[in-house]
């Protein structure tokens, strides 16, 4: 089968880092390039991409069956609709839009004109999401009842467009777009109500960090935290169930699962010194009582959402990343909005 041929709107970090990828795949490849910036033209001319000088121009070549779109947020849907109603495929990067009225609008003309308009959620095939998603499916630490999912950096929001709202700024449009995608594409649960706090610590109009909880039915939480000025690494994921408790350190996948020993015999607790008091509450179990277990490894399949993308565009399967799915993420982030302005617990009704 031949390469699928892809125009890229946007070859920034993001444009490029796909272009690369791309060309690594075997089964897509980027032709040509349309970017307001000169520099990203230049940059774009230098690595042998064709560089058209204007969108039109793009969407007019009959060689591109789709475009990756990645430009700033806010320009998502305006690229998105045009390239379905010059028939043409699309990926569009993460946040698809703004706001879920925006998004609905996108998948909206793409299924008129007949095209696939499939959102870039690459992180649901993280191998340390793929690690929690496995213990949860699995049941490897029995009943789940808490599960904390937390990225940090500290280095500040980066500048420019990331910083400013009205161009889709803000690190819940970030990283809480992956972050709930992957925690609603994993539970079976049904979402009742969140609680969210953001942080407007740096200056900007858009949050620099939020902390986010998601209580589904069966008392099950989920706590979503991204921060941009925290100085010392903490968990990417702590899964509590109820007969273990799972770390995963970091995105290089060091981490545990520790699960109690079950005995016939009941057991004798020993208390700690805990400060200036004592307790057997808090204190851990000895050694031999629990056991510890490396985390299981899954590997993701290699360019997984390119080839998804091109089955869905040959009609060959349904897209694996579903638009009902990228608008009820919207509508999340739109409570959790909702949430952190008003300091209150929203419930969830779609
Ligand atoms: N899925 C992921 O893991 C991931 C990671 C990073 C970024 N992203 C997403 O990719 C998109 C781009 O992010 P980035 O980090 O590459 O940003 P960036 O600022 O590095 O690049 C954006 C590019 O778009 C160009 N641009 C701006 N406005 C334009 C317009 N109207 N028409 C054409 N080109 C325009 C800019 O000149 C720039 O070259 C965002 O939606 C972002 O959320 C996704």
Redo the contacts with the bound molecule.
């Keep these: 089968m031949s390469t699928v041929k892809v125009g890229v709107?946007?070859?920034?970090?993001?444009?490029g880092y796909h272009v690369k990828h791309m060309a690594k795949s075997g089964i897509i490849e980027a032709k040509g390039v349309?970017?307001?910036?000169p520099k990203?033209q230049k940059r774009a001319a230098e690595n042998g991409l064709v560089v058209y000088k204007n969108y039109e121009d793009l969407l007019a070549d009959p060689e591109l069956e789709a475009v990756l779109i990645?430009?700033?947020?806010d320009?998502?849907p305006f690229y998105a609709k045009a390239c379905a109603k010059a028939g043409k495929h699309v990926i569009c990067?993460?946040?698809a839009a703004i706001t879920p009225s925006l998004f609905e609008d996108m998948a909206e003309t793409a299924d008129e004109c007949g095209t696939l308009l499939m959102v870039?959620q690459?992180?649901r095939w993280d191998d340390d999401y793929l690690v929690v998603k496995n213990i949860y499916e699995k049941d490897l630490l029995g009943p789940i009842g808490r599960i904390e999912s937390r990225v940090q950096g500290a280095n500040g929001v980066p500048s420019?467009?990331r910083c400013e709202k009205i161009k889709g700024g803000g690190m819940m449009l970030?990283w809480g777009v992956h972050m709930i995608d992957q925690v609603m594409f994993m539970m079976k649960e049904k979402l009742l109500h969140l609680y969210c706090q953001y942080s407007y610590e740096a200056g900007y109009d858009c949050d620099d960090a939020f902390k986010l909880e998601m209580v589904f039915s069966g008392n099950k939480c989920v706590e979503v935290v991204v921060d941009t000025n925290c100085f010392t690494p903490l968990p990417r994921w702590v899964v509590y169930g109820h007969d273990g408790t799972a770390v995963v350190e970091d995105w290089d996948l060091h981490g545990k699962m520790v699960r109690p020993i079950y005995t016939e015999k009941p057991r004798e607790i020993t208390g700690i010194k805990a400060g200036n008091g004592f307790t057997k509450t808090m204190a851990y179990r000895p050694h031999d009582t629990v056991e510890t277990l490396p985390l299981e490894i899954v590997k993701p399949e290699p360019f997984a959402f390119y080839k998804h993308f091109i089955k869905a565009m040959r009609k060959e399967e349904e897209p694996y990343v579903k638009n009902w799915e990228v608008l009820r993420v919207l509508k999340i982030m739109t409570a959790a909005a909702r949430s952190a302005a008003e300091n209150k617990v929203v419930e969830i009704d779609f």
């Design positions: 709107i946007g070859y920034g970090g993001m444009g349309y970017d307001i910036d990203s990645a430009t700033p947020n320009w998502h990067e993460k946040p870039h690459n992180r420019g467009w970030d």
